[in-house]
Every structure is written in structure tokens, then in C-alpha cells.
């Protein structure tokens, strides 16, 4: 069977406050400003901020909801940490920097072979960045992150579960990926040819309490899979469907994208995802992609109220334009 599901999309956490996350994605990690806009549900303004790899490819789109009304509880059920890829022989560059910018950081492990470095965004997120020498994405450069240290795009989501076969049943069986290895409490699962942006990690957190589901500073959102059109989401419904995952959403207009979102059975939401015509740039031009805040069309009569309540952010120029 063909899946319909090809790889990452983007991942979505809730942040705290917007400027620090701008700096943390920007600054830190070294991606591209994407896009600024708002969340598009609810009635209250958020943001949405998009960041990513030199050329937006789907698979290097980390976004966010800088959430500051109220904490997430960090737990089993959610995403643990998100791995971006970098050039192999660059982790040393990687921990000196996080060093020089006062970030936490574990020190170098490894997992499945690839050596990597954990490290915390200022609202509790964990990430991850894992060298991959066969990852050839091209990454975002800045004054401080040269193409020899630039991250390329996700490697995968790292997922705690206090279960782990059940939501392998789910991958396996709905999402169409192959249990390619167990190291310790983490099993790897990967879709198509593997490796970096196709692959999802469990880790068995069997005694850990469930972390919350709503918005909440410092936990992640959902995670988002890639397919190539409407129909391949309305495929992936009928999967669903047909397997008993009966709450799989309708597809939803997201302006740049359209989605279909379903809870996988370890709590973790998952997004089916795929662009549209000009995606990014459907409202402002490649070169100025991220410079100023857009809002869909149906609130484009809210600018001034959403602009008067939302948190004012400065984005770094070496963010926008090289």
C-alpha cells in the first residue's frame, strides 16, 4: 500500500513571550524569519510565526504560538523534543554556541548511532540538534552560523508515550512507517527511505503522567505530516476512518496550507498537511517573506485591534535577507 504521507511538514509548539522566540529561533538556531501571521481559530490574537531552512522546504517549517496566558504540563503524550539535522563534525561548533548565548544544554549523547546535543528554548521546549552527513537541505546562514554548521531541517519529532504499542500500531498501520530500530527506551520508526525528515522516535516513559493537551507555554502543539494535494489528506481521512480513528477532523482552509488533524492514541496530535498554490508567498514576495505581519483575509478588518494587543517584536534583518 502507498501511503499518502511523504514526510514532515512543519512542528508547532506553544512558546511564551513572542520576542524571545524570535530570538531563540532566529539567533540561536539560525533559521529564516518564514512568516508572521496569527493563529487562525478562536477569537483571541496569537501569533503564528514561521521559521526555516534557506529555501522553506516542507520538513524544515518550525512554527509557533507564543502563549503566554498560562503553562503547558510537560508529560507523557507529547512531543519531547524536536531534532533538527546539522553537518556531521559540527556538534562542537553547536555546544560553544549554546555556551557563548547562556542556552542549556546536555552534553553530547548519542541515539541510533548519530551524535547529538539537547537544548532548551526559554519557555521549557526541548530540542534537539543530531548530526546527519547524508541531510544535503540547504540551511540559513547568519553572522554567527555558517553553511558548515547550518541547520538543515527536522531529523524528526521524539515522542514520550507510557505505551509504546499502541501509537506503533498507529504508525504502522495509519501513517504507513516500519519499525526500523529499538536503542534503550527509544524506537524508530521511519517512512519511505528514511533518515532525516522521515523519521518519528518513540521513547518509553511508562510511569510519566499525561501532559496537557491545550495551549500551554513550553509544550508542543502537533506535529505535521506532508502530502502532495487535497486528495492525498482526503486519503488519509479515509484511512483513519476505515481503521477506527473516527475523530479525524475536516480539512481546514489554513490560508498557506490546508490541514486535517487526528490525536493519535499515545495523545499526541498529528497534522495531515499540504501547500497550495504560492503557499509563503501568496501574500508577500520571496525577498520580503517574514518582514511584517499578515493576517487571512477574513480578519483583515481586525489589523489595528490584533496590532494593539499583540506583544511588539523587532526580527533581525540577517533573518529575512542574505
Known sequence: ????????????????????????????VGLRMAKQTVLMDGKIPVYHLYYSNKNLEPGSVMTSFPYGQKKGRPGSGQVQSTAFTVPKGSLAFWSGHFK???VEQSPISERFGQSYIRFKHPAGLWFDVIEDAHDQREGWTTPEIGEKEAVRGFHGAVLAVREIAETSTFLIDALGFKKTGVDGAHHRFETGTGGANKTITLVHHPDEPAGSWTFGAGTVH?????????????????????????????????????????????GILIESCCN??????????????????????????????MMATLEPIHVPETATAQ
Not at 13 to 26: H, L, P, R
Request: aromatic share 14%; hydrophobic share 35%.
Open 100 to 102: 557563548a548565548h547562556k
Open 1 to 28: 500500500m502507498n501511503y499518502p504521507l511523504t514526510g514532515y511538514h512543519h512542528i508547532t509548539a506553544c512558546a511564551g513571550g513572542a520576542q524571545e522566540d524570535v530570538d531563540f529561533f532566529t539567533k540561536i
Open 222 to 266: 502537533h506535529i505535521a505530516l506532508w502530502g502532495a494535494d487535497d486528495a492525498a489528506l482526503a486519503e488519509q481521512k479515509a484511512i483513519y476512518e476505515e481503521l477506527g480513528y473516527t475523530d479525524a477532523s475536516e480539512i481546514k482552509d489554513r490560508f498557506y496550507f490546508h490541514s486535517m488533524y487526528c490525536r493519535s492514541p499515545g
Open 276 to 305: 497550495i498554490d504560492e503557499s509563503f508567498e501568496k501574500d508577500e514576495p520571496r525577498a520580503k517573506l517574514g518582514t511584517t505581519l499578515h493576517l487571512p483575509p477574513w480578519w483583515a478588518d481586525r489589523k489595528a485591534e
